[in-house]
């Protein structure tokens, strides 16, 4: 312990000795500099075609002089389409270690010679029916592979082929400044360079897509929760369209991995999906009718698509394309923009909260295929909006995808306000459905109701929480029994009001009367003129205690007796004619006589295959409990509401029928 502070102070002092004896590196701006020399120069050029004017020897003294930063349209050739070629030579100093081109793009295609041999190029180099327009990456060159002992000078020739798709708004040969010569892991390292920035140049695009995506998938599982919703449809197919077409672009224009003529026919048809599904989107939210100008808008849509194809063929320009694709969508983003002004002047929220997102994308997405028109045609050199870019951090995003997210984000908000306020509707049905769901039990008779001499059964499945069916047992007094059967038209709680209203009409006139013919006359004059235009079939049955069955139908199945559907006479629906003249049809029972009434749910039970129930498995099994016949059509497939009443006669029949 006492030699602790004494090592400490020799082991300080040997470190302050080393560190004496070490020099700081010394940099030098002379013998560290890199290899690297700019090609931002004159270049000889000439228009044509020879394969000699790669020969290191040719005599190219009589060529013209163009800048390599700018293209040859700026310099006296503008229009010029097809070959020329460029030449220049390189000094290598002695020592020099592998040496590369780095060259910036060169339009449309082009093969790079060095002392007449070829080592490398991009895109194609000569007229083929695809061809691919390479727009930003630049590309290296091999020079020398080994390091090179004595001084040299190589003879650089470059062969362009411009396409004549491209050349009235496209200048073909070099078409910005940045060309080296340099060692070979600089060029490679300035590659990357360029390959990061230009990810940061598109990444707006490639961010936007994606959030694209992720809310379409999003939408997408909304859209199975409420399949009947077409709007959530809609607009998951707006989303994913526009995330494809985001992707699609930032690779072509990034990457340039597919041909020219394959990326138009692709982005016109997904464009053209897109704008469909924004007019369906519209008409649906807005609620508007699909007219002449809603289908004349869809078929130019449809059209546009075929723009994509003019390029394949050289059947027109890339200008020409763009002034035809603004012709074809303009009249939807017509019949969209007016739809929501319609709408506003209407006081419809919808129409305020979407007209002005819709008026800013549709719009500029119009201003921007015009604009680039014109530029294409020459008539005017302007910058469009889609490549304005803002210098937020930390990343400049364009204004074209600002617009955008604030036109999906706006319809997001606008399907969330939707998708809260149908829920809230919905939860109030509920409750109506449900106090419409307790009414009808009240209303329904108790099941095997003690009717002395006769023995009844009753079974009510409902197809859903409420019903249309209805039905009645209702002795009258004298020992006799009355029975009532029908079905309303629809379903849901506009039928359930109806059912509750036959029911109460049902019991107050069966105390005045049990004539079948009568009730019926009194119920069809209380919905006559009060269902807006819907109707009830029905059939009311009365049996004496001596067995005399009266019967009256308006437009229902006739009961079973004994296995044997009764004849009655045709007769309309309730609630269809003033006066329809209900007849009455008389029948003698005998003790032990069985009658069956049903409702259309059983007969017109579904199978899987498609097949009904029909009339006559349910003959068959007529005789059976009202429970078994009930539970047969409902596991056959049940696709309405499901009666059964069962009547067997007990008592004595009449000797004699009047």
Known sequence: MPFCPTLRRVAVSLTLVIGAAIQAQTFDLDRDRRPVASLDGLWRFHPGDDPRWADP??????????????????????????????????????????????????????????DGRLVGGVGAIEPTLLTSLHFVLPATMPLTATTAPQPRTLHIAIRVWHSAIWSKYQSGGPVRPGNLVCSTPLALREMRTFQRAYDVYY???????????????????????????????????????????DTLEFFYFAYSILPTQVFDLVDHALGALGWTACLYFFAIVLNQRRGPWFRIGLIMLLLSTLDGVTNWFHLGTPAVTNGLDVVMELPAALWIITTLIRSALRRNPDGYLLFVPAFLYFGEGIANQFLGSLNQFGWIHTTLLEDIQLPLVPFPISLS????????????????????????????????????????????????????????????LPAESVGGDFFQQIPDGEGGLLVVIGDVAGKGLPAAMVVAMMVGAIRAEADHSADPAQLLRSLNTRLVGRSQGGFSTCLAAHISSKGRLTLANAGHFPPWINGFALDLPGSLPLGVAADPGYESTTVGLKPGDRLTFLSDGVVEAQGASGELFGFERTGEISQKTAEAIARAAQLYGQCDDITVVAVEFEGVASAALA
């Open 401 to 460: 995808e600002i617009i955008y997210i604030v036109f999906l984000m706006s319809l997001l908000a606008f399907l969330v306000r939707r998708f809260s306020l149908a829920r809230k509707h919905e939860e109030h049905l509920q409750v109506q459905f449900e106090a419409a769901r307790q009414v009808q039990e009240i209303l329904v008779p108790e099941a095997g109701a003690n009717v002395p001499g006769f023995a009844v059964e009753s079974v009510y």
């Open 203 to 245: 990444i707006d695009s490639y961010l936007t897509g994606f959030l694209a995506f992720i809310v379409g998938l999003t939408m997408l599982a909304l859209c199975f929760m409420r399949p009947r919703d077409r709007e959530y449809w809609w607009f998951t197919a707006i989303l994913l369209l526009g995330c494809a077409q």
């Open 57 to 114: 020897n040719f005599d190219d003294s009589s060529w013209g002089l163009l800048r390599s930063d700018q293209p040859w349209a700026t310099q006296g050739y503008a229009g010029l389409s097809g070959y020329a070629w460029y030449r220049f030579a390189v000094r290598l100093p002695a020592g020099s270690g592998p040496t590369s081109l780095l060259l910036m793009p060169i339009y449309t295609g082009y093969r790079v010679y060095v």
